[in-house]
């Protein structure tokens, strides 16, 4: 472990505004992470889990569903059966005007594919929940670090302003000291 982790969970109450063990489990991950200058970022994509069959199809299925070609092709689709079941087969229909059959295979098709895309959109929404954890614990070591900075800094500056004190405190003893001296010698040089 690092010097620093001391000074850095010491700092922690003063930086957040909260005791050590009122932090949040990220936050002291990114205190240690900070406090060892081990980097918290990586792709956090790589420590998912594999998608199973049913996950990698219902992606696929949502995909295709919302996209313009689908839009295109399924009213191509739906253009060609009114076309067969009202001019080409007239009499002989196989789902004359209203078009019930086709409503039913479509209401099946809405039945099936928004469970489907509702999965697809479950997973989706906790790879970004995810992401937003693993994005938060990233900034939170960004303003550990620029938090530590600043302290570093203050402590730069106070130890320059003490030295810079120190060495005019220096050079006003050597004026006095030459003005007692010049005070001195004047007073001998009077004459009486």
Known sequence: MSSDLPRYFEAAPRWFGRRLEELDERVRRALT????????????????AEPTFGERLADRVAQLGGSWSFIMLFTVFLLIWAGLNTWLLRGGAFDPYPYVF????LSMIAALQ??????????????????AAYDYEVNVKAEIEIMALHDKLDALRGEQLRELLARQQAQLDLLTGLVARLSTSADDAAPH
């Open 33 to 48: 992470h900070a406090s060892e200058r081990r980097a918290t970022s990586g792709d956090p994509s790589r420590c998912a």
């Open 102 to 105: 086709l409503n039913l295979i």
């Open 114 to 131: 928004a469970p489907v895309i509702m999965m697809s959109q479950n997973r989706q929404a906790a790879k970004d929940r995810e992401m």
